[in-house]
T-cell receptor, first 114, second 112 residues
Framework: DADVTQTPRNRITKTGKRIMLECSQT?????MYWYRQDPGLGLRLIYY???????NKGEISDGYSVSRQAQAKFSLSLESAIPNQTALYFCATSDARGRSGELFFGEGSRLTVL | QKEVEQDPGPLSVPEGAIVSLNCTYS??????FMWYRQYSRKGPELLMY????GNKEDGRFTAQVDKSSKYISLFIRDSQPSDSATYLCAMSSSGGYNKLIFGAGTRLAVHP
């Protein structure tokens, strides 16, 4: 089983709908992240959490919210989806003790908003 | 101007070729430099990590950092079809903070 699991892997929805993307990890890491990947723009940070009580906005948080339900679970919500939120979304984790700052990514959730 | 610039390619090379992938950056505070490899329909995985300037070699892969020119490179020797992937550079000013800034990624295809 994957260490970082994202559900759903693919989702097609309509404008205005509420969408939740879920992430769970078995790596035991405290730090979790949500990134968005768009062609030509690379990976951009939406939100990050260093522990259950810590939530921080990234560079593109508008239109998104997150919930850290437990150390191992971090979900991303789109309250009212719009077409320009069509993208590939990645959850990632990292070890606070790791000097390199290596991120461990899930396999991604492809979201299409019609 | 983006903080990190990376040519998206695609780059197509024959098997056995030497591949050079590059990124430039504008923030002189960056000290931690990484290369991630992303296969199709997968998440990125860390390939190489370098702190500050210099070279680092791992098998067929060599990462170079030139902080004076704000330029980093990844060289792949004896490229293989299995190297076909998107390569993303990433960098940060603080390794512990994990606020990585990613390049757009370069798509590489190695054909037999």
């Amino acid at each position: 089983d994957a260490d970082v699991t994202q559900t759903p892997r693919n989702r097609i929805t309509k404008t205005g709908k509420r969408i939740m993307l879920e992430c769970s990890q078995t790596k035991g890491h405290d730090r979790m992240y949500w990134y968005r990947q768009d062609p030509g723009l690379g990976l951009r940070l939406i939100y990050y959490s260093f522990d259950v009580k810590d939530i921080n906005k990234g560079e593109i948080s508008d239109g998104y919210s997150v919930s850290r339900q437990a150390q191992a679970k971090f979900s991303l919500s789109l309250e009212s989806a719009i077409p320009n939120q069509t993208a590939l979304y990645f959850c990632a984790t990292s070890d606070a003790r790791g000097r390199s700052g290596e991120l461990f990514f899930g396999e991604g959730s492809r979201l299409t908003v019609l | 101007q983006k903080e990190v610039e990376q040519d998206p390619g695609p780059l197509s090379v024959p098997e056995g070729a030497i591949v050079s992938l590059n990124c430039t950056y504008s923030n002189s505070a960056f000290q931690y430099f990484m290369w991630y490899r992303q296969y199709s329909r997968k998440g990125p995985e860390l390939l190489m990590y370098t702190y500050s300037s210099g070279n680092k070699e791992d098998g067929r892969f060599t990462a170079q950092v030139d902080k004076s020119s704000k330029y980093i490179s990844l060289f792949i020797r004896d490229s293989q079809p299995s190297d076909s992937a998107t390569y993303l550079c990433a960098m940060s000013s603080s390794g512990g903070y994990n606020k990585l800034i990613f390049g757009a990624g370069t798509r590489l295809a190695v054909h037999p």
